[in-house]
């Protein structure tokens, strides 16, 4: 029972300490002062109606949209065929092969910044929309391996077997069996990646021209230039739409859960 209790206060702390920087920094998203600054004077919705007309605000809105699906399509698809490749027993050097795949989560932003920099110059893609989702695509295609391996291991070998003892073509296989079996991991890579192309800043930088600049490159340029609470209307939209976004991939995957029982 103490140690129930024990996990129970450890887990409670650990939520507060994740959760609290956004509770202190969305109410200012709704102040009327030109400053981050508490109290709050009077609620507004002022810096919202400023990011939807500030030239600047609505292309990097526009920017980040853009790159974030061309990021989400792409990851996902690259992502779920790595997986699917993995998930072959008799692959060779198989740890190996996944270490590779989970890479970019651990180098140094910078690092990897850099070194797509000078190979997007030589390609001649540097300072454009396809440099910048092939740069966030290298970074989101990790998150969707692991998601969806996590969801090929829970399917049954046996009933891919029994399909394909049937008749079916591994191509009918995989469409009709494989693919909607594995669809509530794909769901949750896809929200992933695309959550990782919104928030994506470094590589950006590194990648992205005048032309290409996304709402967190927004964001971090103008707590350089000028702290407003703009940025705190900003973050409330990321949040408010990463959660939509998952909220939208659980519903999605109660639904075939629901038609798998049924």
Known sequence: MLLKSARLTFGTLAVIFLLAPLVAILPLAFTSSQFLTYPIPEFSLRWFD????????????????????????????????????????????????????LLPMVVPAVVMGVGMQVLFVQFGIASSYFGVIVAH????????????????????RRVELAAASLGASPVTVFRRVTLPLAMPGILSGAVLAFATSLDEVVLTLFVAGPNQRTLARQMFATIRENISPAIAAAAFLFIVGTIALAIIALLVRRQIAARRGG
């Open 50 to 101: 400023e990011l939807f007309t500030a030239a600047a605000w609505r292309r990097a809105i526009f920017n980040s949209l853009v790159i974030g699906g061309g990021t989400t399509v792409l990851a996902t698809v690259l992502g779920t065929l790595a997986a699917l490749g993995l998930r072959n027993w008799n692959l060779p050097f198989k740890g190996t092969v996944r270490t590779l795949f």
């Open 137 to 156: 695509t290298i970074v989101a295609i990790p998150f969707v391996v692991v998601s969806v391996i996590g969801g090929l291991g829970g399917i049954d």
